[in-house]
Nanobody
Framework: QVQLVESGGGLVQAGGSLRLSCVASGLTFSRYGMGWFRQAPGKEREFVAA???????????YYGDSVKGRFLISRDNAKNTVYLQMNSLKPEDTAVYYCAATILRTAVAGPNEYGYWGQGTQVTVSS
């Protein structure tokens, strides 16, 4: 059974930083692309960042326009963990952040391309 468990959310002031973690189990982690999405109240789920696996040994990072230059996605295959380092946080970054996994090598920003999801972690940025 595949499980994705996020952690690291919380309350932070604008301009601050947080690092989210997502630990995966029940899958061969290195063979999955990993993504982060977020959803604010009353809004659609939004792509944040992804690491796409090329089927070999490389992973390619992609970012949503609203977080480029501020967020950094990384992974540690030895720990079955993907991270999202969030810097220069803004109140508009407030949302529930979800980790997702995909076996599709072409998947990047589409939520429907991801087959497994975590339960989410709340990030609140105060002004």
């Amino acid at each position: 059974q595949v499980q994705l468990v996020e952690s690291g959310g919380g309350l932070v002031q604008a301009g601050g930083s947080l690092r989210l973690s997502c630990v995966a189990s029940g899958l061969t982690f290195s063979r999955y692309g990993m993504g982060w999405f977020r959803q604010a109240p009353g809004k659609e789920r939004e792509f944040v960042a992804a690491l796409r696996w090329d089927g070999g040994s490389a992973y390619y990072a992609y970012y949503g326009d609203s977080v480029k230059g501020r967020f950094l996605i990384s992974r540690d295959n030895a720990k079955n963990t993907v991270y999202l380092q969030m810097n220069s946080l803004k109140p508009e970054d407030t949302a529930v952040y979800y980790c997702a996994a995909t076996i599709l090598r072409t998947a990047v920003a589409g939520p429907n391309e991801y087959g497994y999801w975590g339960q989410g972690t709340q990030v609140t940025v105060s002004s």
